[in-house]
C-alpha cells in the first residue's frame, strides 16, 4: 500500500558537477576523489582545478588514470588547458 520508489535512470537524474581547486594537496586530492567514487548518486561528475605551476598536483595526475566522469582542467600560465 506504501509507495515504492522507482529507481531513476542514471541519465535520467540532474548532471551534478563538483568542482576541486586545488593547490599543493595531493594527498587531499587522493580522498576527494576517493568519496565522489563513493558517492552513490550516479550522474555526477568531478572537476579538479590546478595551477600549471603546481608540480606535486600535477605529478599526482599525471600518474593516475581517472574515470571519464573525472575531467582535469590545468590553468597555465598562458590560459587553461583542459584534459
Keep these: 500500500m506504501g509507495n515504492k520508489a522507482h529507481p531513476v535512470h542514471p541519465e535520467k ?3 551534478i558537477s563538483c568542482l576541486c581547486v586545488t593547490h599543493l594537496k595531493p594527498r587531499m586530492l587522493q580522498r ?3 568519496c565522489f567514487i563513493n558517492q552513490t548518486y550516479e ?3 568531478l572537476v579538479i582545478v590546478y595551477e600549471e605551476e603546481d608540480q606535486a598536483t600535477s605529478e599526482f595526475i599525471s600518474t593516475r ?4 566522469n573525472i575531467k582535469r582542467v590545468k ?7 583542459y584534459h
Excluded: M
Aim: cysteine-free.
Design 13 to 15: 537524474q540532474p548532471l
Design 32 to 34: 576527494v576523489i576517493e
Design 43 to 45: 550522474n555526477k561528475q
Design 65 to 68: 588514470h581517472f574515470a571519464g
Design 75 to 81: 590553468i597555465e600560465s598562458s590560459g587553461i588547458k
